[in-house]
């Protein structure tokens, strides 16, 4: 059964072990993030952590508690996703993917059941008065001071909104899109939109820009976890974040239509802020901000968001993250993406067996892949395909390895990689679009790649001297040493 609200997924946690309750008061300028940098530093991600009295910025105490943390492990993650391992949902994706027509009536009949599940993912509106809007605040009673925004690092340029879903509309196509961007506070009802000029809700908001069309924009905080997760996967723009969202949960999300705005809002959000952007405004100051990459983004120019109803549920949780150096919770979030759309990777570059991102490469950086290579050149291949994929095409640094190298596990990748390349032989260099985030680039978005390839080189890339065999032992060994192992009193391997 699908988990349908943050309430539901925070109770699930703490039953588990994985949540820790934080009663004394904690104050949301810097504090509250340093408690929680701590805790996602430690072992394994640490804990999720709810802060039941957060002190808001002016000093008071927040009507409401904070969590944060809560996706920020390999088994919460999993959790959000209700299952055991994230691979089952690229399993179950690799499943559509090659589903084929089978011969015989009853073949055909005994394939039904996974054709109807791809259609029920599509979300419903919700009918009636929904939990979102259980409170409503309009005209003078919108208040954003009284929403307990977190500021994280001592340079950042205020007061943050860092786990949204931000819902857009296509004005052209009419799609709606889901997207997380960071949203810095700028005053009592107005807010600035940091969305980079490469994200679906930028793109929606230059069209309307262009038309001189107020746009409409709606911030949800808090849902279900696997439409949490999915205003932050790199869907195709065709794709509704809900639609993915109810394939995750094998369940339906329940929307309900916003207030003020004509967009449709999670039913089971615990917050919503309504708003809109006018294009004929000049764009605001937002930032800096202490970001993902360890480093702060500097401050620049982005629209500002008019807020024109706040709406909640009667007892809601505000979801809340923290980035800065590696490794935090983005790091489990991105792992999730990782995991799950390795299938769809795989479907245009087959030969590639695996792909990892570690966490020192904040995802742009560094990503290791493993193929199964069959001819001379096609490491990269896979590197020139692989810059041609979506959001990949910011990778820094591309290391393809052979088949066999565990790339999950970094230390093994490295080795493997340092011990097979020549420098100058291995390795290719090409420009390319980069990360906004990235300081290090020639200019704004655009820089060089490096591709490595570490992979066993046959003669016609020219290496003609004898490859030589990793060292391992052999089986016979092994089944001795099993069974003495034991009784030397050595303990676990």
């Not at 904070?66 to 179950?92: C, H, P, Q, T, Y």
């Not at 009802?189 to 069209?207: C, D, F, I």
């Not at 929307?255 to 004929?280: N, Q, R, S, W």
Request: hydrophobic share 40%; glycine share 8%; with cysteine.
């Amino acid at each position: 059964m699908s988990v349908d609200t943050l309430a539901e997924f925070v109770a699930q946690l703490e039953q588990a072990g994985e949540l820790v309750r934080i009663k004394q008061p904690v104050s949301l300028n810097l504090e509250l993030c340093e408690i929680a940098d701590r805790a996602m530093k430690q072992p394994g991600g640490g804990k999720a952590l709810l802060f039941e009295n957060p002190v808001l910025l002016n000093g008071e105490r927040s009507e409401f508690p904070v969590a944060i943390n809560l996706f920020g492990s390999m088994r919460r993650m999993s959790m959000s996703m209700g299952v055991d391992s994230l691979d089952e949902i690229g399993a179950r994706i690799n499943e559509l993917l090659t589903m084929k027509v089978p011969e015989g009536l009853l073949a055909k009949i005994s394939m039904l059941p996974r054709l109807l599940e791809v259609g029920k993912f599509p979300p419903r509106m919700r009918r009636g008065k929904p939990t979102c809007q259980e409170v409503v605040w309009q005209g003078d009673e919108v208040n954003l001071d009284r929403l307990p925004l977190i500021k994280c690092w001592p340079e950042d340029g205020g007061a943050y909104i860092t786990f949204p879903m931000v819902i857009t509309r296509d004005p052209k196509r009419g799609i709606r899109n889901v997207g997380m961007y960071r949203i810095m506070q700028t005053g009592k009802t107005t807010l600035a939109m940091h969305w980079q000029r490469h994200k679906v809700g930028a793109a929606h908001w230059r069209e309307m820009a262009e038309r001189g069309e107020r746009m409409p924009v709606c911030i949800a905080l808090g849902a279900d976890p696997p439409s949490m997760y999915s205003a932050s996967a790199p869907l195709p723009p065709t794709i509704d974040e809900f639609i993915f969202a109810g394939f995750l949960r094998r369940d339906p999300v329940s929307l309900t239509k916003a207030v003020t705005c004509d967009l449709e809002v999670p039913a089971e959000a615990d917050f919503v802020i309504e708003g809109y952007i006018d294009p004929a405004e000049s764009l605001v100051t937002e930032g800096p901000f202490g970001d993902h990459t360890g480093f702060y983004s500097l401050a620049d120019l982005y629209p500002q968001v008019h807020v024109t109803a706040i709406t909640m549920r009667t007892h809601p949780i505000f979801p809340t993250t923290i980035v800065g150096r590696p490794p935090m919770e983005d790091f489990y979030l991105g792992h999730a993406t990782e995991r799950i759309f390795l299938p769809l990777l795989k479907l245009t570059i087959p030969e590639i067996v695996d792909y990892h991102m570690p966490a020192e490469g904040i995802f742009h950086n560094l990503v290791f892949v493993s193929i199964k290579k069959e001819y001379p050149g096609q490491a990269y291949k896979v590197m020139n395909a692989l810059w041609g994929q979506g959001l990949m095409s910011l990778a820094k640094v591309l290391v393809v390895v052979d088949d066999w190298v565990d790339v999950q596990n970094p230390q093994e990748a490295w080795w493997v990689a340092l011990n097979n390349i020549d420098p100058q032989r291995d390795a290719r260099f090409t420009m390319g679009p980069m990360d906004v985030l990235d300081h290090s680039s020639r200019a704004f978005t655009y820089g060089s790649k490096m591709g490595l390839d570490a992979t066993r080189k046959f003669p016609e890339e020219g290496f003609t001297r004898e490859w030589p065999g990793v060292i391992t032992m052999d089986d016979a060994t092994k089944r001795k040493v099993d069974a003495l192992w034991p009784s030397l009193g050595l303990g676990k391997v």
